[in-house]
């Protein structure tokens, strides 16, 4: 059976609507960085389709010739994201998404080395010679500690549920810091083409830290 990262790691992908303290072991992921609303932006489009079509050209390389060393097969992660808003260092509102930046990104396994990668890169853009590659990258990202929860529903309805998971942070002795990659993070768990808008579940993480104890 294909490799699932949501199923080996649960507690990352397929946390509790209750919300927990979890520490988040570097990964290996394809990014693109990109500002704008996502709901209108050519280029935020580009990016998810990048980022898709590179994922899907390394699971598909078993079917062909140019399969890496320590291939396996595996089921392609859920797209993320981080999350700020242009001049300001907290959650975005949701509210003026032109002025969003973001990070999207995927999960790729550990046998993609830069190697792999470029030569991947290569082979989708011999297939696909209108998507623009040069938006992503491959990185290593260590998140480590952070407080998660699940929200079900709209995306534009999330400020319930990170005001709860601020909450849950604060009184738990800890607090968020949003720093650099450190930021608003979002784990799609639902394809909004395909999902009613009340059934999408979208995993919310922020970064924390220890509380310093008071004098």
């Known amino acids: 059976m294909a490799y699932d990262f949501k199923k080996e790691f649960r507690t990352l992908y397929a946390p509790s609507v209750k919300p927990s303290i979890v520490d988040v072991p570097e990964m290996t992921f394809v990014m693109a960085d990109g500002k704008g609303n996502p709901n209108t932006s050519a280029e935020y489009v580009n990016a998810v389709g990048a980022l898709y ?5 390394v ?19 859920p797209l993320e994201g ?3 808003v242009e001049g300001e260092e907290h959650a975005p509102n949701f509210i003026d998404k032109d002025r969003f930046l973001w990070t999207s990104m995927l999960r790729m396994p550990d046998f993609v080395t830069q190697e792999v990668f470029e030569r991947f890169k290569d082979i989708l853009t011999a297939k696909k010679p209108d998507l623009d590659l040069s938006v992503i990258r ?7 500690l952070c407080g998660q929860i699940t929200h079900a529903g709209s995306y534009d ?7 709860a998971l601020e909450q849950f942070i604060d009184e738990s002795g800890y607090r968020t810091e949003i720093s650099g990659m450190r930021r608003h993070r979002e784990i799609y768990l639902g394809d909004p083409r395909k999902t009613k808008l009340e059934k999408l579940k979208t995993i919310i993480r922020h970064p924390v830290v220890v509380k310093e104890a008071s004098l």
Do not use: N, R
């Open 157 to 163: 309805d999330e400020l319930p549920t990170v005001a």
């Open 82 to 84: 981080f999350w700020s």
């Open 138 to 144: 491959l990185e290593k990202f260590t998140e480590g």
């Open 53 to 57: 079509g590179v994922s899907y050209a």
């Open 59 to 77: 699971k598909m390389s078993k079917m062909g010739g140019e399969t890496p060393d320590g291939c396996f097969d595996y089921v392609v992660p």
